[in-house]
C-alpha cells in the first residue's frame, strides 16, 4: 500500500512558476515509476509527465514539454513537478500517481494503481 500526499499548489500569473511535490509512504517506492496528471471540471484527467523508478526516463505530455519537468528523489521518497512559463490553461487539479506494476505506457491512467488526493493549480490571465 502506497500513500501520496501533493503540496505545493496555488495561484499564480500567467508566466510564472509553480513547483508541485508528492510524498510517498512505503519502502517500496523506489520501485516505482511515478505520473503527474490533471483534471477540470467536465473533464477527463489528462496525463501531464511520468518518470521511472530510476529517474533514467521522463514523458511529458505535448502541451507542457518544455515548460515542465519531473523529478524524483528515492532517497527522501519524493516526487516533484517543476512547472514554468505557466498559462491558464494549466488550471486543474494536479495528482501524483503511482505504477506498482509495469504494465501500460506510462502515458496511460490504467497503469497507475495509487493516487494522491490533489492539489489545485490556478494560472490567471
Known amino acids: 500500500q502506497v500513500q501520496l500526499v501533493e503540496s505545493g499548489g496555488g495561484l499564480v500569473q500567467a508566466g510564472g512558476s509553480l513547483s508541485l511535490s508528492c510524498a510517498a509512504s512505503g519502502r517500496t517506492f523506489s520501485t516505482y515509476a511515478m505520473g503527474w496528471f490533471r483534471q477540470t471540471p467536465g473533464k477527463e484527467r489528462e496525463f501531464v509527465a511520468a518518470?521511472?523508478?530510476?529517474?533514467?526516463?521522463?514523458y511529458y505530455a505535448s502541451s507542457v514539454k518544455g515548460r515542465f519537468t519531473i523529478s524524483r528523489d528515492n532517497a527522501k521518497n519524493t516526487v516533484h513537478l517543476e512547472m514554468n512559463s505557466l498559462k491558464p490553461e494549466d488550471t486543474a487539479v494536479y495528482y501524483c500517481a503511482a505504477d506498482s506494476e509495469p504494465s501500460y505506457s506510462l502515458r496511460n491512467i490504467r497503469a497507475y494503481d495509487y493516487w494522491g488526493q490533489g492539489t489545485q493549480v490556478t494560472v490567471s490571465s
Open positions: 518518470i521511472t523508478w530510476s529517474g533514467g526516463y521522463t
